[in-house]
């Protein structure tokens, strides 16, 4: 997991080929103006989510992990908390893996909680089990996912 400010974001460029495209999207200009809804990048490569929905309690909030995607969460408004626990330490299964959402999810508390600042984004690799939306208003947010694979 990596947490960081916008400004930083070309740091992590290098780890695979999609980031740079990724955060390009999150940068442009009136990005907190676009409709919600999913938007193509790079194909299936490269789509963000964005997103304005009422948040979850930390009981609602499910561990989800990934196998194909990266996620980078990046919070336009609001306030959000996100459990995290490492994917190896989740023992107890809700849904198995499904391929077709690349999610599975699980029963497990997290390991521990962070509050995503707007300004700020949070990368999630396939170790990492989140359990995103967790707040007590609603959240604005963009997810993108990168495929692993590019």
């Known amino acids: 997991m990596v947490y960081d400010k916008l400004e930083s974001a070309e740091n992590y460029f290098a780890i695979n ?52 995607y990266i996620d980078i969460q990046y919070l336009i408004s609001g306030d959000e908390n996100i459990g995290w626990r490492s994917y190896k330490d989740c023992r107890v299964v809700q849904s198995v893996f499904d391929e077709a959402k690349d999610a599975e999810l699980f029963f497990d508390e997290p390991q521990m909680y962070f509050k995503l600042l707007p300004g700020a984004f949070v990368i999630f690799f396939p170790e990492d089990a989140h359990a995103p939306m967790i707040s007590d208003n609603k959240v604005h947010k963009i997810v993108v996912k990168v495929a692993i694979e590019q």
């Open 17 to 68: 080929s999609g980031l740079e495209a990724a955060f390009n999207f999150i940068k442009q200009e009136g990005i907190e103006k676009l409709e919600c809804a999913q938007y193509e990048i790079k194909g299936d490569k490269v789509f963000a989510i964005i997103t304005n929905n009422a948040g979850k309690t930390k009981n609602e909030a499910k561990l989800e992990a990934h196998r194909k």
